[in-house]
């Protein structure tokens, strides 16, 4: 199946800085969402992106698809952004097949 | 309020017990999963219906035991559980983007 690696694992910030997660797959996809996790558990979707540029108040995000990456970019970070950060890519040809998740960026923000 | 409904969002049990996690959306999609989330570890997949009919299970154990009457409505039926299934159970439905529910935070005693 499709392998799904996210970097860094772990990400630490101070409040106000800039940050890139990355999401790296190992086959074609036609599907690909970022995720924020919150603390008590909640998933939250920030991006529906297989291929092209979207951007989102702070929040911004690239998926190249010829070369099999995505970027998410945090502009300005606040305490709020912490959190768990999850891409998710779907390689069927359907819009009901499963998602293959990686295993996350953990990022802190400190006031 | 993501359109996707879990009901209940916190559940402790004990091993000899039998519960159900409800999982309702209000999307329109025909694709519904359950997911698993234990402490400090990516999400794992389940189960996946598509139309009400499962496609996916991910050599899930008997003691859970996933319904879907409906594309609107999934359950997932729980009996002699183990502590170590103590989780996050999520939710998802999926039309192209996929949605998750708030989840159902497990407790088996």
């Known amino acids: 199946g499709i392998q799904v690696e996210q970097s860094p694992p772990d990400l630490i910030l101070q409040e106000g800085a800039n940050s890139t997660l990355r999401c790296n797959f190992s086959d074609s996809v036609n599907n690909l969402q970022w995720f924020h996790q919150n603390p008590w558990g909640q998933l939250i979707n920030l991006f529906y992106i297989p291929s092209g540029t979207k951007q989102n108040g702070r929040l911004s995000a690239t998926t190249v698809a010829t070369e099999r990456y995505s970027l998410l970019y945090i502009s300005s970070s606040q305490t709020t952004d912490s959190g768990v950060y999850f891409c998710a890519v779907n390689a069927g040809g359907t819009s009901y097949g499963k998602l293959t998740f990686g295993q996350g960026t953990i990022l802190t923000v400190h006031p | 309020e993501t359109g996707v409904t879990q009901t209940p969002r916190h559940l402790v049990m004990g091993m000899t017990n039998k519960k159900s996690l409800k999982c309702e959306q209000h999307?329109?999609?025909?694709?519904m999963y359950w997911y698993k989330q234990s402490a400090k570890k990516p999400l794992e997949l389940m189960f996946v219906?598509?139309?009400?009919?499962?496609?996916e299970n991910n050599s899930v154990p008997s003691r859970f035991s996933p319904e879907c009457p409906n594309s609107s409505h999934l359950f997932l039926h729980l009996h002699t559980l183990q502590p170590e299934d103590s989780a996050l159970y999520l939710c998802?439905?999926?039309?192209?983007?996929?949605?998750f529910g708030e989840g159902s935070r497990l407790t088996v005693l």
């Open positions: 219906y598509n139309f009400k009919e499962q496609t």
């Open positions: 998802a439905s999926r039309s192209g983007e996929l949605f």
């Open positions: 999307l329109g999609h025909n694709a």
